[in-house]
């Protein structure tokens, strides 16, 4: 597989559920994002990682969880989630995490998981 | 928080020449960056100023003036394969902002 990859692509989950996104991305890159994106809404970055760091806690609520075990692989634990929470959720990559460097605007995306909370 | 405003919706005929525009509020911010998204899909780079000026790839170009507080992106020679979502993103006190995008209706 190339690029990045997440699943799964669709999940309906109720209120008291708990589930995770995955993602994989296969381009050697160094840093990771959670993005979630609602309609007509800009997209609203949650989660940060490079090299397997959290650098980025944007206020999201505790009952979504980041993991990251590897530069590689980045989760979503999903808990007790609210309808308002419904929404496409990205993921993204890019060669590396810096502030100044265009190497973090370039960011590759993956499909998308689209969350249902019932 | 940082807004970056971006016109909804344009349209535009098959080999014409569109502008998006997006302006912001803020400074001190690194680069402004560009996505196009089509429906269903997901968002794919296109171009990324860090510097005033043009900065052209192809039939598509984009361009930042900060003394402005505004960039747009330009998209020459307009395919059908172009109606698309495009928004724009930057950069600024550690934390990335996006516009809410701004969809572009190619016709024949």
């Known amino acids: 597989e190339t690029g990045v990859t997440q699943t799964p692509r669709h999940l309906v989950m109720g209120m008291t559920n708990k589930k995770s996104l995955k993602c994989e991305q296969h381009?050697?890159?160094?840093?990771m994002y959670w993005y979630k994106q609602s309609a007509k809404k800009p997209l609203e970055l949650m989660f940060v990682?490079?090299?397997?760091?959290?650098?980025e806690n944007n206020s999201v609520p505790s009952r979504f969880s980041p993991e990251c075990p590897n530069s590689s692989h980045l989760f979503l634990h999903l808990h007790t989630l609210q309808p308002e929470d419904s929404a496409l959720y990205l993921c993204?990559?890019?060669?590396?995490?810096?502030?100044?460097?265009?190497?973090?605007?370039?960011?590759?995306f993956g499909p998308g998981t689209r969350l249902t909370v019932t | 928080g940082q807004s970056l405003e971006q016109p909804s919706e344009v349209t535009a005929v098959e080999g014409a020449i569109v502008q998006i525009n997006c302006t912001y509020q803020?400074?001190?911010?690194?680069?402004l960056s560009w996505y196009q998204q089509h429906d269903g899909g997901a968002p794919t780079f296109l171009s990324y100023?860090?510097?005033?000026g043009l900065e052209e790839t192809g039939r598509f170009s984009s361009f930042l003036s900060r003394s402005d507080s505004y960039g747009y992106l330009l998209l020459q020679e307009l395919q059908m394969k172009d109606s698309a979502s495009y928004f724009c993103?930057?950069?600024?006190?550690?934390?990335?902002?996006f516009g809410s995008g701004t969809k572009l209706n190619v016709k024949p």
């Open positions: 993204a990559s890019s060669q590396e995490y810096s502030l100044s460097g265009a190497s973090s605007y370039e960011q590759y």
């Open positions: 990682y490079s090299l397997e760091e959290r650098v």
């Open positions: 381009l050697g890159h160094n840093a």
């Open positions: 993103g930057l950069y600024n006190f550690n934390k990335f902002y």
């Open positions: 803020t400074s001190g911010f690194y680069g």
């Open positions: 100023n860090a510097l005033d």
